[in-house]
């Protein structure tokens, strides 16, 4: 039966997701049963994407991203895929009307990183943001909202801010393995070789300002996404807070991350907030 099939497809799309990010599948797990499901089909369909581009060196990695594309479109027209992933993917675009247009703005940013490596200009480095984040949080925000077009409309603005805060937070604490692995510089006018605090700080100014954006939006959401979302907030804010107090110098030589006792610290935290309603 298509049932099993479709089971065993969303069982792979939360064991992606767990297997490649701990703090993000700790955070769905805060969302409500009814959508839970459906963030994790997004995001097992974002990390094969990312995964192609990123990790697959010993491959050709432009076939590959091709032949993935070409699967995602069958996918999307015949409602199926062998791909499990693609499959689980399909059933939440349909399920919640999920535009091409964001699907389509995601794969162009994901094909760029096969080949470009530099982004000099703020167009382009914004461009690049919307496709492979801002995009992603209104993928993530249809599910949110479960068909409200006014409440999507209104929460649109926080969450492509929401989704540029994570990733630009994640560009900072990934900047040695982007800049020396994958010869990759996203942050435009910087020179990362030479990254300095007042570089530093200026990237962080601004990821603040897309959170501080971000959490007006985080107050508005329906009750079954808050929790879940503003976990994930907090999370990156802590993240945030200690590549701030970390030397530039060794934020090039070192992976910044937050401990297992400060994540469980700081859910207890958000759990007290979310439950007298303070948030």
Do not use: W
Request: net charge neutral; aromatic share 14%.
């Amino acid at each position: 039966m298509k049932s099993i099939f479709d089971n065993v497809s969303f069982d792979c799309s939360v064991k992606v997701t767990k297997a490649y990010s701990t703090s993000f599948s700790s955070a769905v797990k805060m969302l409500a049963p009814s959508i839970r499901q459906d963030i994790y089909n997004i995001y097992g369909f974002v990390r094969f994407a990312d995964e192609i581009v990123d990790t697959f060196h010993d491959y050709d990695k432009e076939i590959l991203f091709t032949q993935f594309e070409n699967d995602l479109a069958l996918a999307l027209s015949q409602k199926i895929s062998l791909n499990p992933i693609l499959n689980s993917f399909q059933h939440t675009v349909h399920k919640y009307n999920i535009p091409n247009e964001l699907i389509g703005a995601f794969m162009k940013s994901m094909k760029l990183d096969l080949y470009k490596t530099k982004y000099t200009t703020v167009e382009e480095y914004n461009e690049y943001i919307y496709g492979s984040a801002d995009v992603v949080g209104l993928m993530c925000l249809k599910v949110f909202v479960n068909g409200d077009i006014e409440k999507y409309d209104e929460l649109k603005h926080s969450a492509m801010r929401l989704g540029s805060a994570f990733q630009k937070v994640n560009f900072l604490r990934d900047l040695k393995a982007d800049f020396e692995d994958l010869s990759r510089t996203y942050f435009p006018n910087t020179d990362l070789s030479q990254l300095d605090e007042a570089s530093k700080q200026q990237i962080i100014s601004e990821i603040e300002a897309d959170f501080n954006a971000g959490f007006e939006g985080i107050k508005n959401l329906p009750i079954e996404a808050k929790f879940g979302v503003y976990t994930a907030y907090r999370y990156y804010k802590k993240l945030l807070k200690k590549l701030q107090k970390t030397p530039s110098l060794e934020i090039k030589n070192t992976r910044i991350r937050v401990s297992d006792y400060q994540k469980v610290q700081l859910l207890a935290r958000c759990y007290v907030k979310y439950r007298l309603n303070i948030i």
